[in-house]
């Protein structure tokens, strides 16, 4: 059920998951206090192999309090050179599409559900996605967004504890954690399918109407 202040935008309520309490699986990332300190965690972190291959960690990156909090998949070649998510070519059309939603960069926290690249960029695997879980909790924990944007399939169905294709995840008002999450394609996955631009327009469009309604629903209590 969707609190009264998103349903009246009519959209259909997805999915409500996240029950894993960071606390419960990794009680020390659940008391680190900064985003910072999570990023300290991340760079010496041995939960799975990846750091071994890895040149530097992609912890995430931007604003401390950001409203919105993009998820993609996992850092690739670009972001393990600088140690930062999204600056290859998808993380420029990510620029690009956060733009068309009047929102730069610094204002929103961008991070993957893998803060180590997978060699090769192949798919992650089981392990490394339960071992790098507490990280992208405690981040949503710190930031508290308004609403949280999954870029692509892996993004979407890891964090929704689904195999429903992102076709059909598309268009509704997810829950993860209590916040509301919209999913849409990955940048890099537009750069190979100029179809898929106008769906990823109609998303944001609607990331951006439930953040406005969820910036309205909590102007003057916070
Ligand atoms: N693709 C992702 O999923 N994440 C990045 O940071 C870059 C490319
Ligand atoms: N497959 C993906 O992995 N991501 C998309 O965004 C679309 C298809």
């Known amino acids: 059920m969707l609190p009264p202040w998103l349903g009246v935008l009519g959209i259909p309520a997805g999915l409500e998951a996240g029950q894993i309490r960071v606390n419960e699986i990794a009680p020390d990332v659940s008391m680190l206090p900064t985003l910072d300190d999570v990023a300290a965690h991340v760079a010496s972190c041995t939960s799975c192999a990846l750091y071994k291959g890895a040149k530097h960690p992609v912890p995430g990156e931007g604003h401390a309090q950001a409203d919105l909090l993009c998820v993609g998949e996992a850092p690739g070649a670009h972001e393990d050179e600088q140690g930062r998510p999204f600056v290859g070519e998808a993380g420029q059309l990510l620029t690009k599409i956060l733009g068309a939603i009047q929102l730069s960069r610094e204002e929103v926290y961008i991070c993957n559900v893998l803060k180590h690249r997978p060699p090769g960029n192949r798919d992650p695997q089981p392990d ?81 109407r439930v953040l406005d309604a969820a910036r309205a629903a909590t102007s003057g209590t916070e």
């Open 128 to 208: 490394e996605v339960i071992a790098c879980q507490p990280y992208l909790l405690r981040q949503i924990e710190l930031v508290r967004p308004k609403v949280i944007l999954a870029l692509g399939r892996f993004a979407a169905q890891t964090l929704l504890q689904t195999t429903t294709g992102i076709g059909t995840l598309r268009g509704k008002i997810h829950r993860y954690h209590g916040v509301p999450l919209i999913v849409t394609y990955h940048p890099a996955a537009l750069l190979r399918n100029e179809q898929w631009k106008r769906p990823t327009w109609e998303d944001v469009k609607l990331a951006r």
